[in-house]
């Protein structure tokens, strides 16, 4: 089975797992070893940052 292409670019997923508290772990053992709790938590952060952007885009 083929992987799917990440819409998140690293940069951005580094990010978030250092605000969340989990990049150690993405070092250590890289993207797989986090827990699906920290991954949902990180695409839930990421679509606030999302929906932030798109709020400042709207205002004049």
Same mark, same amino acid.
């Given at each position: 089975m @083929?992987? %799917?292409? $990440?819409?998140m670019s690293d940069h951005? +997923?580094? &990010?978030?797992? +250092? &605000?969340?508290?989990f990049y150690d772990t993405v070092q250590q053992e890289g993207? $797989? $070893?986090? +827990?699906? %709790? #920290? @991954?949902g938590n990180m695409v839930k %952060? @990421?679509?606030e940052m999302a929906e932030q952007n798109m709020q400042? +885009? #709207?205002r004049p």
């Open positions: @083929a992987r %799917r292409r $990440g819409v951005m +997923k580094e &990010e978030i797992a +250092k &605000e969340l508290g993207w $797989g $070893g986090i +827990k699906s %709790r #920290d @991954a %952060r @990421a679509i400042k +885009k #709207d």
